[in-house]
């Protein structure tokens, strides 16, 4: 029996996962009374979990966040967004509900920037305003998706998307300020990540070399996080690390000298020569051209920008890359830090369990208080959400869930008009909302459907960037003893189907507590990026999106057991018996578009199609992050004050 048949007989049935997840009264902190096993496909079916079951936002059931299966972007989100694409309308008045609904503002989009921008409406226009939130999802937070899993009868928080507050530079004081507000004070994380915790446990970074593309299944730890993240390495510990690679001996020789010896690839250039060059050539270039490094080498590296770039070594120029490369490459090239440098140099510990779904989850708190009690940043952390409160008839805010707009019109001349038309759609039901203002902080590849009416050349600049696809799994499994045998914190592979496999953030905040003892279960987390080598950045992004849409989960389900196996056999892991649920979340729309010195023109200032697109129209701004340029959450929060400073310009 081949290993793939195997793993395929052992995945893992709805009962198992139902076994898995025992609500327990006692133990279900956060937990409602209803789970779902797994959803074993379609995954592209037309209907959303809870609505199929007939379950509405408003019935106390409703828990989207203990939800397991396929995530992300749901089943049945994205139904009606794929019809209007494909051409069906809602123009018929006759079709459309009128609810008699009318708002001081409409968000289209309950991201973060959606939440923000809401927020900021508030704060300058007055709690009074009357908001209404849509969003296509079945949860708020958009790519900031809270994942919860009951094992054992005990609670375990993780982040489907958004993970971390980062790159704290990119943070105006007015998005910093909104986190403060909120209640987020940045420092306390010094205290709640335990920056010691992998350390005193033995959890290396690690390097797992798979027989497909390196003949051998082998698992190599290292002293530090040196292979993956470039940081300076020991040379013993380099050469421990060498010594169980699977690697060529030429492959060896080169990584040592790409380590220690100060080369400089690109002699006899200025530095402005070296930088121009390498923004126009690949990593990959670089390295077989420059560095002549051996095919192993390129192997090795190959998957190393999936997690931020979304494509491989081929695919991203080489100066971006460089941030990859050892230290030894860096000093060689001595170029000057601001040209290399990609922001993360503070360290990576700003992290709420759920990921920033804790901002979106304050944001929502301080939008519809009865939502959610408490008040501080360390109580939103294990705070049950009523998400029938999200919707109530009398409140200021409202947040209007699996609801996705697809017609934004003005009533009238766009230049005269008083207020704009929202069509959106719940269960396949359309109906008709009104307001004096609309934001739109969805994506920016919607908006020229939701408003045909727009310029040309500003539907063009909308749809210009692609959206990168990417897959965060979470795995929870039952104990981590298998970790703590093979020394395996955060683990780096090459050539898998997941390019990443991490046991989780050790972050405890108030009532939430990290797994201390190997007994506990815990959650491991994973990051595929869907790419296509050979194709230019936008088609590989494409391609990448057409496969996350028509894989299956069971597809997903067997590459987690069959790589967990591989890579943590040796310390005693079995899937069958280890793991106790999976939560794929996929995100066809996933992260800002970046653009590429290798395929984008180099724009000139306020030329980019971002900005261009972004223009108000009318009585309708635009937010989001794609309207900043950046996969950050502190674009999204800066575009959202931006979109909200410009409705708020408009007469009454
Ligand atoms: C996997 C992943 C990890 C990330 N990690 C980080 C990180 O660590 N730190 C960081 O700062 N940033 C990270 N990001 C970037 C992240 O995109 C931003 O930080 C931020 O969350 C984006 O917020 P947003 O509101 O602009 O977009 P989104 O979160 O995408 O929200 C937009 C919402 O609009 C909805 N929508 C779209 N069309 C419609 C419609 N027609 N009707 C109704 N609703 C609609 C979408 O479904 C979505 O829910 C990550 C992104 C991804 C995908």
């Avoid at 503002?105 to 508030?122: K, N, P």
């Avoid at 290396?204 to 993956?228: A, H, I, W």
């Amino acid at each position: 029996m081949s290993s793939n048949e195997s793993a395929r007989r052992r995945m893992i049935t709805r009962k198992d996962f139902l076994n898995g997840l025992v609500w327990s009264a006692g133990a279900a902190l956060l937990s409602p009374s209803v789970s779902r096993a797994f959803q074993a496909g379609p995954d592209d079916a037309d209907e959303e979990y809870f609505l199929a079951q007939g379950i509405s936002p408003a019935d106390p059931r409703y828990y989207p966040p203990a939800l397991t299966g396929m995530r992300g972007s749901h089943s049945g989100s994205f139904a009606a967004g794929h019809a209007l694409r494909d051409g069906m309308r809602w123009d018929d008045p006759a079709a459309v509900f009128d609810t008699g609904e009318e708002y001081d503002l409409i968000v289209v989009g309950a991201g973060i920037s959606g939440l923000a921008t809401a927020y900021f409406f508030r704060k300058l226009h007055g709690p009074r305003s009357k908001i209404l939130l849509l969003d296509n999802h079945d949860d708020f937070g958009g790519h900031a998706k809270r994942n919860e899993f009951n094992v054992a009868g005990r609670t375990l928080i993780g982040y489907g998307g958004t993970q971390s507050i980062e790159v704290l530079s990119d943070y105006t004081p007015e998005a910093m300020g909104l986190l403060r507000e909120l209640g987020i004070d940045i420092q306390r994380f010094e205290k709640y990540y335990d920056q010691s915790f992998r350390r005193a446990h033995g959890l290396k970074s690690c390097c797992f070399f798979d027989r497909e593309t390196f003949g051998v299944d082998r698992l190599c730890p290292v002293q530090n996080d040196s292979v993956y993240f470039a940081r300076p390495i020991a040379h013993a510990d380099l050469e421990a690390f060498l010594a169980q690679a699977p690697l060529a001996e030429a492959a060896k020789r080169d990584l040592r000298r790409m380590h220690f010896e100060k080369v400089d690839y690109l002699k006899g250039k200025s530095r402005t020569e070296k930088i121009a060059l390498l923004k126009r050539i690949t990593l990959r270039a670089f390295l077989e051209q420059h560095v002549h490094a051996h095919p192993d080498v390129l192997k090795y590296y190959q998957q190393q920008p999936h997690g931020l770039y979304g494509v491989g070594i081929e695919a991203v120029p080489a100066l971006s890359g460089i941030w990859f490369m050892p230290q030894g490459v860096k000093d060689g090239l001595a170029l000057p830090r601001e040209a290399i440098d990609i922001g993360y140099n503070e360290p990576y510990i700003y992290h709420f369990p759920d990921g920033n779904a804790s901002i979106a989850r304050l944001l929502v708190r301080s939008l519809v208080p009865a939502a959610a009690a408490g008040s501080t940043m360390e109580d939103i952390v294990t705070a049950r959400m009523n998400y029938a409160l999200l919707d109530q008839a009398d409140a200021p805010v409202r947040i209007r869930l699996n609801s996705t707009a697809v017609r934004a019109r003005h009533v009238g001349d766009p230049e005269q008009a008083q207020a704009v038309e929202v069509v959106y759609v719940v269960g396949g039901n359309a109906r008709r909302v009104r307001a004096s203002k609309v934001v739109l902080a969805c994506w920016n590849t919607v908006i020229p459907y939701l408003c045909p009416e727009l310029p040309q050349p500003q539907r063009e600049a909308l749809a210009y960037c692609v959206k990168v696809p990417l897959v965060y799994g979470t795995v929870a499994v039952r104990n981590w003893t298998a970790l703590k045998k093979l020394g395996v914190g955060t683990v780096y592979c090459p050539g898998s189907y997941f390019s990443e496999v991490n046991m989780d953030f050790p972050v405890s905040l108030g009532d939430y507590r990290y797994p201390r003892s190997v007994d506990e279960p815990c959650l491991i987390h994973l990051v595929r990026t869907p790419c296509k080598p050979g194709l230019s950045t936008k088609e590989q992004h494409r391609a990448g999106r057409a496969e996350l849409f028509t894989t299956p989960f069971a597809t997903f389900e067997y590459h987690v057991r069959d790589q967990f196996k591989r890579m943590l056999g040796a310390g005693g892991f079995e899937a069958e018996r280890d793991i106790a649920a999976i939560t794929i979340n996929r995100w066809p729309h996933g992260y800002a578009y970046d653009y590429s010195t290798l395929w984008d023109p180099e724009w000139k200032e306020g030329e980019a199609p971002h900005v261009l697109g972004r223009k108000t129209f009318g009585r309708i701004a635009i937010a989001n992050a794609d309207s900043g340029g950046e996969a950050e959450t502190s674009i999204a929060i800066e575009q959202a004050l931006r979109a909200c400073r410009e409705v708020l310009r408009l007469p009454a």
